[in-house]
């Protein structure tokens, strides 16, 4: 991966890509705004990543093993190494959220995914609002976590794991609740509910 270039501005930069491509802001946390670097070309993170953002199952694994830091990622894959997709990644407390939207085409092809994306990023603020929720009434541990992966390129799933199931990392395919053939939509409308129940 390329050298992280000057973070002045960055996270102005990405509201100012995603306003331009008719995308809404995802949900950020509070550490954002100071901590947000464009690491490649329309690829922001609030931390170094040796991996691109189209390994998804690199991250996820990262995360589920409980060795990844809290952080935010938004790769907007226009250069056809991340397959034209848009890549949102929230790694905060408990919840674990991976997104990867195909987003490539023009005309009615691109008006379709950038609603799909609208719409997703619109689930993940509902999920991470209903989080609190759900430590509150002890469905989710602090120390568990909620991952929640949405991809419409592979597989999508949902999963809650407790403290003690955290450092199952699995050394193969991922293995977990709530999967079948859904979409981004789909599971992250089943998290929310379960965070709500």
Known sequence: MAKAKDSGGDYARIEGLLAEAGLTMPPMPEMAEAR??????????????????????HYVRK????????????????DGRTADALHF?????????????????AGA??????????????????????VPHA???????PTGRLTVVGSDLGESF?????????????SGPLRGKNRGARGPHEVLDEAIRWCRE
Do not use: M
């Open 36 to 57: 947000l670097k464009e690491r490649e070309d329309d690829c922001f993170s609030t931390r170094a990543f040796k991996e691109s953002p189209a390994d998804l199952l």
């Open 63 to 78: 995360a589920f093993g409980g060795v990844s830091p809290d952080y935010v990622l938004v790769a907007l894959g226009r």
């Open 89 to 105: 990644f929230l790694v905060q407390g408990p919840l674990q959220l991976f997104l990867q939207i195909g987003w490539g085409g």
């Open 109 to 130: 092809a691109r008006e379709r995914a950038t609603a799909q994306v609208n719409g997703c990023f619109a689930l993940a603020h509902q999920l991470v609002e209903a």
């Open 135 to 141: 430590l509150r009434k002890g469905r989710l541990a």
């Open 158 to 170: 949902w999963e809650v794991a407790q403290a003690d199931e955290r450092a199952d990392r699995p």
